[in-house]
């Protein structure tokens, strides 16, 4: 009798086992909502919002011929936008304080998926983040998301975050389905575009010299070029790369003044632009000196992140060749640049 | 390797039982080579490099002991094992830590090492200093090489003890063979036993850990009731962390045949810190009894001395744990505490209500572990001082992370109260006070299966606990203990 009850406890324990772990397995496969092993599902309402386990899945499994890189500055892009004024399928995948390795991954597995037929770029560059290690990510990548190693997919196929919050959840709560053209769209609604939500997280930088001989950042910046972006603009001719440097509000600049940064930073962009424009299938776009867009805070939800209007517009300005600038006009746009950073009235802002 | 990863459950832990059951039928030594192979195995798979360490370890303290016994127990032996021992965990723990305090002192500028440390290697040293000093008195068992390896290297216990002693694991080594059969009543309490510790570890200490890590992650700008929040449940993570490693190994070891002794018994049940250190890591309160405070005289030498002994006791154990003086501070404050409940036991002779002494203890314990958590004593003060100087406002949402996902929404779903404020906060409570009423009130994984009818129901849930444990594996933390 016993031995009958202690056989049902190990068989009742394996079948649990073996049922439960098949059945989790399933659905995180099916639904695969880091799109780890297939595109979306038809009508599953995906939660898109995890830009470091999502983009190597939609990157490899999405219907795109372009793409939009960069850091936290694109992801209020509207995708749609790309199609509407430039005919083309554009996939965000954006990464929070993207680093130049960030992009490079990210772009290796682009081509890995979609080879020669990759027709533009988007790249939005921050040069604060371009003087860093070559090999340094913003975040740990996930190593079984990023890799071919089938094994360590147990870490994805058995997680209870995937099944719990994406695969079940947004079943039973449909409301934060993500829009596929606003993928990482930030939480800021309309009504956060002003001054008193920019003042809220705005304190100005403390007064000081910056001591980094300029030098020191265009050598970071060369080698990050050198390693991470420009091996690819040069193995892809086919690829058009549009680049372009987010317009920050007029405080970041004031920040700059008030640290002795200006000049380097504008060192920084001269360097960039003049290195980017050898290329013939590169182009690039300056907003940096648009005062219509940096000194209006109505375009910023803080100092440096700005709305999706604006977004609209640098998308209208790419496809129009507005802002575009050439080795020729580069001189006159960082010039005006300068002295708009020098001689803004910072007083007049109401902090 | 660790106890709770995918690849130690689903492939290490059946290979080595597998083999083991196989090559059992052979003889008595295969079988041990091979827990022995496995258990390097285990131990390379977090740093090669470790491996050799280790591997030398063992064979110079096997040598030290076939010279002890051969030169019949002479005491500069002895010295010369236990001093080598010593170095060794000078030089992999405390190099680095000694040439800070040396640079302090001596205002010199010697360099730094930044020496990894080999993980386990506090508690393979104690248990081989221990093996040196019971041959030195007579009290070791004669033992090969092969199970001398096994009694250090045996990956249940290899990496956060217990710190076994030869007497106990010795005699077991020595039944291993084709007449030792299958203990299946010992596999199933094992296997509960493990799969009890593994919930310990990933269903309850890896919650609390998110909200204490980012409490010391940002002690300048917490408030006062996330100070006080975070000392409680650093308490609970650390409880229930070490209590799930102590639970695995036991289990494993039951799985294996082998009894591993007990190193956790429901410590925060104590009513007063000398009952908590005969619960809270006993073997190496054990050890450091026999081979610290009985050597110095114990309580031989006057009331004095024996407060002196306890003091160094305390001091030592502070020590061994980490390389700070946050670890000094903490030893200390317990062996002040200890020595305190002893004198007012001697002498004033006061017995306090027990709930009030339960109280208490628990609340010096809890405040103790912040200078355990802290990575240097003006992280562990400044988290003081928050509770203090912090302002009262409700925890953030950032500190209560751990209880706004997964399987917590779910329930908040359920009670209608995802979209409202109190939510999350009435999630926190529930669980942190389920979580003290299991560990003040409930019997441990020990006890309950001593009794434990096996049940089929009892079969589903286990399978429940286990799937929901192998689908929390995916954020792997380590133990708490593997550091020391």
Redesign the interface.
Known sequence: MRQD??K??????????VA??LT?GALTVIVDPFFHYHAPLKDFPYVVDDQVDMNPGLAAHMDYDSVLLGSSMTVAFDTDRFGEKMGLKTQKLSYNGAYPKDQEIILSKIYKAKGSSLKRVFLGIDELNYSCDTEQTKFPVTDYLYDDDPFND???I????????YV??PV??RSDKSDWNMIYKPWWQPMHYNLANVRLYYTPAEEAEDETPTDDYIAGIEANLNVNIIPYIEAHPETMYTVFYPPYSILYWYDAKRQGQIDKIIAKYDYMTRRLLEYDNVEVYFFQNDEDIICDFDNYADHTHYSPQVCDYMVDCMASGRRRVTTESLDEELETLRRLAYDYDYDSIDL | MLFNSYIFIFLFLPVALTGYALLKRTGATLPKVWLIGMSLWFYGYFNIGYLAIMVCSILSNYLIYLWMRSAGRKRPVLVLGVTGNILLLVYYKYFDFLTECANAVLKTDFPLRNILLPLGISFFTFQQIGFLADTYRGEAPECTFVDYALFVSFFPQLIAGPIADCGSMMPQYALIGPKSGFDREKFRRGMVIFIAGLASKVLVADTFGKSVDHAYATVSSINSSEAILAILFYALQLYYDFNGYCNMAIGLGLMFGIDIPVNFDSPYKSHNIIEFWKRWHITLNKFLTRNVYIPLGGSRKGEARTYVNLMLVFLISGIWHGAGFNFIIWGLMHGVMYVTVRLLKRFAHIECDKAFSHAVTFIFICIAWVFFRAEDTGEALALLKRVIDGGWALPGEAFLKGFNSGEFWYALKVLHLTDTGIGRYLIMLLFTVATLAVTFLAPNALKVTEKMKYRTGYGVLLGVVFVWCVLSLSGVSTFLYFNF
């Open positions: 009850r202690d049902g406890f190990v068989i009742a324990f394996i079948i649990t086992v439960g772990l989790a147990v870490k994805y058995w997680n209870k975050t995937v099944l719990l919050d079940l959840r039973a709560d």
